[in-house]
């Protein structure tokens, strides 16, 4: 698991750092890794940082490494649920919870 903590306001202005750092580490993800975009220090979260974290995880499926979010932050998680976005965007309280599930990474041949 690569963890991303984001923090401060995700916005329009911040949306291409954002995902610029987003793209690096799903491009230097071992094989079977995934990505956990960390959202507990974000303090502001705009409709283009919405679409910023809709876009990492459509990233990572097209790459093949999933991107999972967690948050404990309920104004957050609540405004996710209110923009209809929960499915695109299933927030988990933590990092071993956002990974569960996922398939074990393959051995490395010995």
Do not use: W, Y
Request: charged share 20%.
């Amino acid at each position: 698991m690569i963890r991303l903590p984001l923090s401060g306001v995700l916005n329009m202005a911040s949306a291409p750092e954002v995902l610029r750092r987003v793209h690096r580490a799903v491009a230097s993800a071992p094989r079977g890794t995934c990505v956990v975009l960390d959202l507990d220090d974000v303090v502001l979260l705009a409709a283009a940082g919405l679409t910023t974290l809709v876009a990492a995880r459509q990233f990572g499926r097209a790459v093949g490494v999933p991107v999972r979010f967690v948050c404990t932050q309920p104004r957050l998680v609540k405004l996710i649920r209110q923009c209809g976005l929960e499915d695109e965007l299933p927030v988990h309280h933590d990092a071993p919870t956002a990974v569960r599930g996922l398939p074990p990474a393959p051995r490395s041949p010995q």
